[in-house]
């Protein structure tokens, strides 16, 4: 079946760096999406890795190794206000764009 | 404001009935997906529709119908509902198919089914 793997709560202090890891387990992959869900809030969108590598997004990046099947998400200077979830996705097929989810990361950041 | 927007904030309703959850797009967007969450939750996919014809199916209960309009507004049938319906009921939008990210959610609609 499908499955991707995340840990359920990260905490850290002000100015840390975090690392989320997802590990996927698909029917098929077009891409590793990251998005970030405020308590009661929307999902909104962070990153996009298609291809293996790092990308880079101000304190945000997400890096991508296909042959491992396996991304992670990288939060630096946290912030208070990057308390939240984090949700790695994955689009399994070239038609449409359906995106499966992980079960998120809670990441606290405390002062 | 995301520019999607999703209609009820909120719903109580008793079990055994109806409700109707409604989805405009972003302006120019032609796909729309629908997401539950539950609580503590990740999102779990629904349904897609892309320009008026429904694309993918997820794991969506019989119970549960969606169609998208002419207008591509979007509306999410819940029947014959249970305590476990209730849950955060997102709407997102792309602007086409072949992408796999920058969807973008609107609020969502709170469902608690009492």
């Known amino acids: 079946g499908q499955s991707l793997e995340q840990p359920s709560e990260v905490t850290a202090v002000e100015g840390a760096i975090v690392q989320i890891n997802c590990t996927y387990q698909?029917?098929?992959?077009?891409?590793l999406s990251w998005y970030q869900q405020h308590d009661g809030g929307a999902p909104t969108f962070l990153s996009y890795?298609?291809?293996?590598g790092l990308e880079e997004t101000g304190r945000f990046s997400s890096f991508l190794s296909r042959s491992d099947s396996y991304g992670y998400l990288l939060l630096q200077e946290l912030q208070m206000k990057d308390s939240a979830s984090y949700f790695c996705?994955?689009?399994?097929?070239?038609?449409?764009?359906?995106?499966?989810f992980g079960g998120g990361t809670r990441v606290l950041v405390k002062p | 404001d995301s520019g999607v927007t999703q209609t009820p904030k909120h719903l109580i309703t008793a079990t055994g009935q109806r409700v109707t959850l409604r989805c405009s797009p972003r302006?120019?967007?032609?796909?729309v997906y629908w997401y539950q969450q539950s609580l503590d939750q990740g999102l779990q996919f629904l349904i897609q529709?892309?320009?008026?014809?429904?694309?993918a199916k997820g794991n969506i209960l019989e119970r549960f119908s969606a169609q998208q309009f002419p207008d591509l507004h979007s509306e999410l049938n819940l029947s014959s509902l249970e305590l476990g319906d209730s849950a955060l009921y997102f709407c997102?939008?792309?602007?086409?198919?072949?992408?796999?990210?920058?969807?973008?959610f609107g609020s969502g609609t709170r469902l608690t089914v009492v």
């Open positions: 996705a994955v689009k399994e097929s070239a038609a449409g764009n359906k995106l499966t």
């Open positions: 698909t029917s098929g992959f077009y891409g």
């Open positions: 890795n298609a291809l293996d």
């Open positions: 302006s120019g967007d032609l796909s």
């Open positions: 529709y892309y320009n008026g014809e429904e694309r």
């Open positions: 997102a939008s792309a602007a086409s198919e072949g992408i796999g990210y920058g969807y973008t």
